[in-house]
């Protein structure tokens, strides 16, 4: 079963510090077929249902070009996520795992990404499969899928030194 707030067996929850703004600006908002996190499914699927990013403005106009892509990363806020384990217990194996070790929605920064299929855009609206979150869920970031992005400026020496 998918946690709404409780505790399970072995888990660890911490006081979190106050949070201190990150400066992080809700740029649109997703609007899935799920209202709850009981069905909501726990990874995006390419033939999942159709569901919209809605891109506020002024955000919209830097949806140009993004129509090349036929794959984007979708970045956003799991919004209802408490943030304070830092041990976890999910449901489906019985162990307990640290949350760096985990894709949970529930960490300290809430962010998930998925890798969405573009099926078109509309305006300031993309329609896209692959999603696995909540309608409502606020909007981070969009970038093309890495595999597909070739940088657009030419290599610089040293853009492919480990560590650089
Ligand atoms: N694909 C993303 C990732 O790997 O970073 C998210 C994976 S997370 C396991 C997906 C689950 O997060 C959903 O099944 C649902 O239970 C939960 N969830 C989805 N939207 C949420 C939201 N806005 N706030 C809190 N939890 C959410």
Redesign the pocket.
């Known amino acids: 079963m998918?946690?709404e707030n409780e505790i399970r067996d072995r888990e660890v929850a911490v006081a979190p510090p106050v949070a201190s703004d990150a400066g992080l600006v809700f740029i649109g908002r997703i609007r899935t077929p799920?209202t709850s996190?009981?069905t909501?499914?726990?990874?995006?699927r390419a033939d999942g249902p159709l569901c919209r990013i809605e891109l506020f403005e002024p955000w919209d106009a830097a949806l140009a070009g993004i129509e090349r892509f036929e794959r984007l990363e979708v970045l956003?806020?799991?919004?209802?996520?408490r943030r304070d384990l830092v041990l976890q217990s999910p449901a489906s194996d019985g162990q307990t795992h640290g949350t760096f070790a985990?894709?949970?929605?529930?960490r300290p920064n809430?962010?998930?990404?998925?890798i969405v299929t573009l099926a078109a855009r509309e305006g300031a609206v993309l329609l896209v499969r692959g999603?696995?979150?909540?309608d409502?869920?606020?909007l981070l970031d969009l970038k093309p899928d890495r595999t597909l992005f070739t940088p657009i400026a030419p290599a610089q020496p040293g853009d492919f030194e480990v560590g650089g």
């Open positions: 998918v946690r799920w996190r009981l909501c499914p726990r990874q995006g956003y806020w799991l919004h209802q996520s985990l894709r949970s929605p529930v809430p962010i998930g990404t998925s999603l696995d979150c909540l409502e869920t606020p």
